[in-house]
């Protein structure tokens, strides 16, 4: 933009050398910038589209224009529902439902109880608030599940949790990232708003809901976006916990399947798109709020 | 309300009939604690207990099944330091994986970012599109590359049946080549992220400044290290932090992809510690390898913030 608006001045010839670089080089970097963009994009695009046409193709012909080449690889031309029908045929729709289900209750469940510490850390002065705020909030941030992954496994087993929808869910509640994020935004609320709440007699929680839930949109949604792809795209959780058939989540199914002997590309590739769909679509409308969720949480 | 000229309550007893100070205790503490209470007790049962249980258990010869574990001190952490050559391997391999995220995402984020930040028309599509491989979950994005890297059927094998030879090999079946070729997967899927991280901070640096260093007479590169690279410093820095720790975490990658094979050659510590505790009965000893990336992420913290003491201004 900087750039651009240097440009388009046509300077005359015959004035310093500085000056006259300047509208070649204001055409030059953004050609360059766009050329590279682009190249960066086809390194994205292309192994998508290649898995999305292929997930559309009957099993036989998936590796056909790939091998060799040709653009055809890029489009379903020998369009079929075919994997897609193998794959619910086979169960497939229980796993998305059991994935919903798990994340919409993370969300809700995890949401209220990461909203209300946050809400506290932005909010309340109370003793042992910053030493908490470290052990409970950025440890668990920083500090690897690895250390935590075997004794919880065998904690929640002990609890007879295994294969159950409390041993699925809770682990996945509390989000350090969350709660950062509602701190972040409680903190910057004007103290006045609350005051005059107060004065008439409000309850802390009935300030919570009715005058500070309404403003925080922006903040719900992104945490929200967060916690649902979050629990969307978890595997290694679920694929310990919950192996049973009837509650696998959509990424154990494919995970299961990519190591089978004999793989149906087509059909795993359409599992692969479905698991893919969700936090695209839920991502292109919101990203303005996923990015703010993720630059906003104390990083700078 | 109280009196005013009331004396402070000092017992409990008076504390409690006094209502100034049942109040503020219901303010200071009691709700409070309320709002914290549910993940409180999430946090106990999901991170203390475990984590203390965990750090128990790595000083035990606990098979994770059963009853009888003996206390054995450190010999488990001995025997990781000492004698056992795999976990030598992995470590090393986490720290060659360490390297290539603090390079490559970082040189191609930043890189992009800054061509994204000149863009006026369609940078939102721009950066959307180079954003979506993140939100994708591994397994699909591993689904995807495992049949790309194929060498039979895969972007190799095209190169080749045009003439380009030499490309057509199996990239993840190769002790050579398998930990780089998960590496540059999972940074295909990672590097949106950073991305948008540098792009945000980018955004947020005063135009005036790029304005200041134009007058002096700055040229695009001159700006990029005085005033850009300035600029977007302290996320770059909490990033290297952040992708130092993760990368002695790096699993589910590795674990879809090669899981750890072949022969140990793209092993790391964090599917050697699944191994042990899930299909060599060894708990105890894989609880170790746990602690031991514990510290190691501890250790990167407490550089960062030694450094952040020392005046670095991150």
Same mark, same amino acid.
């Given at each position: 933009m900087r750039v651009e608006s240097a440009g388009l001045r046509q300077d005359l010839p015959g004035h310093s050398r500085k000056q006259n670089r300047k509208p070649l080089r204001a055409f030059a970097?953004?050609?360059?910038?766009?050329?590279?963009?682009?190249?960066?994009?086809?390194?994205?695009?292309?192994?998508?589209?290649?898995?999305?046409?292929a997930s559309f193709t009957p099993n036989h012909k998936v590796f056909e224009y790939a091998y060799p080449f040709s653009w055809r690889a890029l489009f379903p031309v020998d369009f079929t529902l075919e994997a897609y029908e193998n794959l619910f045929a086979r169960g497939f729709g229980r796993a998305v439902r059991n994935t919903f289900f798990l994340?919409?209750?993370?969300?809700?469940?995890?949401?209220?109880?990461?909203?209300?510490?946050?809400?506290?850390?932005?909010?309340?002065?109370?003793?042992?608030?910053?030493?908490?705020?470290?052990?409970?909030?950025?440890?668990?941030?920083?500090?690897?599940?690895?250390?935590?992954?075997?004794?919880?496994?065998?904690?929640?087993?002990?609890?007879?949790?295994?294969?159950?929808?409390?041993?699925?869910?809770?682990?996945?509640?509390?989000?350090?990232?969350?709660?950062?994020?509602?701190?972040?935004?409680?903190?910057?609320?004007?103290?006045? @708003?609350?005051?005059?709440?107060?004065?008439?007699?409000?309850?802390?929680?009935?300030?919570?809901?009715?005058?500070?839930?309404?403003?925080?949109?922006?903040?719900?949604?992104?945490?929200?976006?967060?916690?649902?792809?979050?629990?969307?795209?978890?595997?290694?959780?679920?694929?310990?916990?919950?192996?049973?058939?009837?509650?696998?989540?959509?990424?154990?199914?494919?995970?299961?399947?990519?190591?089978?002997?004999?793989?149906?590309?087509?059909? @795993?590739?359409?599992?692969?798109?479905?698991?893919?769909i969700v936090p695209i679509l839920l991502i292109i409308p919101f990203q303005r709020y996923y990015v703010q969720a993720i630059t906003g949480t104390g990083l700078d | 309300m109280a009196v005013l000229t009331q004396k402070k309550p000092t017992t409990i007893l008076e504390k409690l009939n006094d209502e100034t100070w049942r109040r503020k205790f219901l303010r200071n503490v009691i709700i409070p604690w309320i709002f914290i209470a549910p993940l409180l007790l999430l946090h106990i049962y999901v991170?203390?207990?475990?984590?203390?249980?965990?750090?128990?258990?790595?000083?035990?010869d606990w098979k994770g099944v059963?009853?009888?574990?003996?206390?054995?001190? @450190?010999?488990?952490?001995?025997?990781?330091?000492?004698?056992d050559e795999t976990f030598g391997k992995a470590l090393g391999n986490n720290i060659i994986w360490m390297i290539f995220f603090l390079t490559v995402p970082f040189i191609l984020a930043l890189f992009a970012a800054t061509m994204l930040s000149q863009i006026k028309r369609g940078g939102m599509v721009y950066r959307s599109i180079l954003f979506i491989p993140y939100v994708l979950a591994s397994v699909v994005t591993i689904t995807i590359w495992k049949n790309l890297l194929n060498p039979q059927r895969g972007v190799g094998a095209a190169l080749a049946e045009m003439g380009i030879q030499g490309f057509d090999i199996a990239y993840l079946g190769r002790p050579e080549t398998a930990l780089m070729s998960i590496a540059f997967i999972d940074n295909w899927h990672f590097w949106g992220f950073l991305m948008i991280l540098f792009l945000a901070a980018m955004q947020s640096i005063p135009p005036v400044l790029y304005d200041a260093a134009k007058i002096d007479g700055a040229n695009r590169w001159d700006e990029f290290r005085h005033v850009? @690279?300035?600029?977007?410093?302290?996320?770059?820095?909490?990033?290297?932090?952040?992708?130092?720790?993760?990368?002695?975490?790096?699993?589910?990658?590795?674990?879809?992809?090669?899981?750890?094979?072949?022969?140990?050659?793209?092993?790391?510590?964090?599917?050697?510690?699944?191994?042990?505790?899930?299909?060599?009965?060894?708990?105890?000893?894989?609880?170790?390898?746990?602690?031991?990336?514990?510290?190691?992420?501890?250790?990167?913290?407490?550089?960062?913030?030694t450094l952040r003491r020392r005046g670095w201004d991150i």
């Open positions: 970097q953004p050609a360059l910038a766009y050329c590279l963009l682009i190249a960066g994009i086809i390194i994205v695009v292309l192994p998508l589209m290649w898995a999305a046409a994340a919409v209750s993370t969300v809700i469940i995890g949401g209220a109880a990461n909203a209300l510490a946050g809400f506290a850390f932005g909010r309340f002065e109370f003793r042992g608030k910053n030493l908490l705020f470290l052990t409970v909030v950025m440890l668990t941030f920083m500090v690897p599940v690895d250390l935590t992954a075997i004794p919880r496994y065998i904690l929640v087993n002990s609890f007879g949790w295994i294969n159950t929808w409390q041993g699925l869910l809770i682990p996945g509640l509390a989000n350090s990232l969350v709660i950062f994020l509602f701190r972040q935004f409680f903190a910057e609320i004007p103290q006045e @708003l609350i005051d005059a709440a107060r004065v008439d007699g409000a309850t802390w929680l009935r300030v919570l809901v009715s005058i500070i839930m309404p403003i925080s949109k922006p903040v719900l949604v992104a945490a929200s976006l967060l916690m649902f792809i979050g629990q969307w795209n978890s595997f290694f959780w679920p694929l310990l916990i919950a192996p049973r058939k009837e509650m696998r989540v959509v990424q154990v199914e494919i995970s299961l399947a990519i190591g089978q002997y004999g793989t149906v590309w087509n059909e @795993l590739l359409a599992g692969s798109m479905i698991a893919a | 991170v203390t207990i475990p984590a203390v249980q965990g750090i128990y258990m790595s000083m035990t059963g009853q009888n574990a003996n206390f054995v001190g @450190l010999d488990n952490y001995r025997e990781l330091f000492f004698e850009t @690279l300035p600029g977007i410093r302290p996320v770059v820095l909490f990033m290297f932090m952040m992708v130092a720790i993760w990368s002695f975490l790096a699993f589910d990658y590795i674990f879809l992809s090669t899981q750890g094979g072949p022969g140990g050659a793209s092993e790391v510590i964090a599917t050697l510690l699944y191994k042990n505790a899930f299909f060599r009965f060894e708990a105890g000893y894989g609880a170790a390898m746990g602690v031991v990336i514990s510290i190691f992420a501890g250790f990167i913290i407490m550089i960062f913030v």
